[in-house]
């Protein structure tokens, strides 16, 4: 066993990017001329990836919240969150935007959200006029991705890189609906050590930010838990192997780091002297939770736990 045991539940974040204000300073001048704000969130954590500034810098604005990446997350947990957001009065829908899941309700969404504006413009005489939309959200929660999708075509370059869009452009959704693509992101607040870990773990957070290892092992930690079935089904554990470890008469970090290089042992992370590669572990675990291969797991529930409820 490699001696980061006892270096591992010790997450140390500080981090927040400088070019934030020109950043907020381009989004406060276009959205004099936007009529409705699309909040980009990720559906396996829809408070930790929601930036808080967005509230302040869309006041009046009418906005719709994009659960995006649903299929990674729990159904009914997936549904809870819709209900929550709309017992705020924002509308939101559920889309997972690599395979188009949910986007045309989306826009259905969209039209209904807009049709009180577009009825006061009426009264005075514009009629016909377009929606002119912006998204907006953190770095890596699919915006992109989102914008392909709706568009109906490549117009957005994707890549996992925060900023990657770089040139403002209109592009036509539909007849009624005009989206203006800018750089609409808004940097994650570590307003937590838990927000931080969250972010971590679905991989919003750049894997140079944080110790990989030491975010794996949190997230270990978190599975035990909260999804102990579906940690033990996707890496052939046993419940009673998990309760003994856990049980033994050592600090607790000792115990889930001995679980965690279980993992590495059954997926053949083994360096010289029969020793487990906990770093290759650690980017299996975390690889495997973002793709969805340890199944649809919700990190935050509406009624404000850690966990979705079973």
Known sequence: M???KENVGKTNINWYPGHM???????????????????????????????????????GKKKIVVLNKCDLADEKE????????ENKNIPAALVDANSGKGIDNCIKKIEKLMEEIQTKQAEKGRVGRKIKAMILGIPNVGKSSFINRIAKRTTAEVGNKPGVTKQKQWIRINEKIELLDTPGVLWPKFESEDVALKLAFTGTIKETVL?????????VKFLLNNEREKLCNRYGLSNEY????????NPENFNIYEIML????????????GNIDDEKTAKIILDDFKNGKIGKITLECPNGDVSHAT
């Open 242 to 249: 998990i309760e003994e470890v856990l049980n033994r008469d």
């Open 262 to 273: 279980e993992i590495g042992r059954k997926r053949g992370c083994i360096v010289s002297g």
């Open 211 to 219: 110790e990989k290892t030491e975010v794996a092992y949190e997230l």
């Open 78 to 85: 997936n549904q809870r969150w819709v209900s929550y957001f």
């Open 2 to 4: 490699t001696s980061n």
């Open 21 to 59: 204000a020109k950043t907020r300073r381009e989004i406060i001048q276009d959205l004099r001329i936007i009529d409705i704000v699309i909040e980009l969130l990720d559906a396996r954590i829809p408070i930790a990836s929601q930036n808080p500034d967005i509230a302040k810098l869309i006041k």
